[in-house]
């Protein structure tokens, strides 16, 4: 069986460090290429989820060209109305000429009501006269784009500012995971703790081993992804998340980290990948948190420090300094070694018992002991 771990987790050797799918901060690495003219259509379909997506410089990019947008447009129309009317300076007038837009007469002045109109600020200098009836029907429009344009935007801006992601920027794993007994079984620990006073409901936790294998056929699979059983002390669904937890992965024969050692963990090439999924208590929203280890990540034979303590108050604080922080402690080498341990130990116990039932056996159980005192002569001459 470790040979055939050595080929699902491969040795890194003196090739270069591995690059990371998941970052730290929970970000994929990843890129797509080589995509068809089709598939980018989809996302232009899906205006939506692209806009509220796209980085915060192109959002205020947008926002400035919509509106300034428009308003150069609607300008370039008002211009052509009062050109065709002959409101312009410099074009001859006659006597008794009405205009359709009073005080446009030229570009600047039409850009100015244009803006005016769309903002619905109204100066009072400029103001549609009511002669042309073009003008009327462009009013309209323009005020209805406008209304489009502001509800947009802001339910744009609204969505960036609440998505679910900036909830989970507040729920943080510790940078180093390690490995030691707990409650008698070797187990992968990590920390993970809420930086709000807030609750997640209905939390879970759970991992993925990702690492390249090979199939019996020779195929290769890059990424191939193994679940990771995680759980707490008081379970795995539904955490109580007020303070910090720390969450173990027991280390046993069905577990991929079996056949390691404190020798060969360093050497591997893998990444885990641990995710928390929850419901924010304050929106509502579902929000998931992930972070990853590769290998130099994991300590083995070290404990972390404890971070709660109560005060002469009464409140329970948490001392984040010593958050990531471990010691080292006492641990198997490996998990086969500590299994080989616990079974002997167990023989040995096994035996020792049946050594002592053989030795009772030898006595009456039901047999009680009782104190004769001096002895009644019952016998009469």
């Known amino acids: 069986m470790f040979q055939l771990l050595q080929g699902h987790i491969q040795p890194t050797g003196q090739r270069n460090r591995k690059t990371r799918l998941v970052t730290k901060d929970g970000r994929c690495n990843i890129e797509f290429g080589n995509i068809e003219s089709n598939n980018r259509f989809t996302y232009v379909v899906d205006f939506w989820t692209t806009f509220v997506e796209i980085r915060w410089r192109f959002v205020l990019l947008l926002f400035v060209a919509s509106f300034t947008g428009s308003w150069f447009v609607f300008s370039l129309l008002w211009f052509w109305i009062a050109k065709s009317n002959g409101d312009l300076t410099g074009q001859n007038r006659t006597d008794g000429h009405v205009q359709c837009i009073d005080n446009v007469n030229g570009l600047t002045t039409a850009f100015l009501y244009s803006l005016e109109t769309q903002t619905t600020i109204g100066y009072g200098g400029r103001a549609l006269t009511g002669h042309c ?138 990444e885990l990948v641990v995710f928390l999924d929850g419901t924010a208590e304050t929106t509502s929203s579902c929000c998931q948190v992930r972070t990853s280890y590769i290998p130099q990540e994991i300590q083995w034979g070290n404990s972390f420090l404890p971070i709660v303590s109560r005060t002469k108050t009464g409140k329970y604080r948490v001392d984040f300094s010593n958050f990531s922080k471990s010691v080292p402690v006492t641990t198997p080498h490996c998990a086969h070694c500590f299994e080989t341990d616990v079974d002997q130990r167990n023989h040995n116990n096994h035996n020792q018992e049946n050594h002592d039932q053989q030795k009772l056996g030898i006595d009456n159980l039901g047999f009680q002991v009782i104190d004769i005192h001096d002895s009644v002569d019952v016998t009469r001459m």
Do not use: W
């Not at 059983?229 to 008081?234: C, E, G, L, P, Q």
């Open 133 to 270: 009836a073009g003008t009327v029907a462009l009013i309209i429009v323009q005020s209805l784009i406008g209304i489009f344009i502001n509800c947009f935007m802001c339910g744009v801006i609204l969505a960036k500012i609440s998505l679910p992601k900036r909830r989970a920027k507040t729920v943080t794993f510790s940078d180093m995971a390690v490995i030691s007994l707990k409650k008698g079984s070797l187990c992968l620990l990590i920390r993970v703790a809420n930086l709000r006073k807030t609750l997640l409901i209905g939390s879970q936790l759970y991992g993925k081993l990702l690492r390249t294998t090979t199939t019996p056929d020779g195929d290769t699979i890059i990424l191939d992804q193994v679940h990771i059983d995680f759980m707490v002390d008081a379970g795995k669904d539904n955490l109580f998340f007020v303070c910090p937890l720390t969450l173990y992965h027991v280390i046993n024969r069905s577990s991929p980290f079996y056949e390691l050692s404190a020798d060969t963990l360093p050497l591997q090439d893998f």
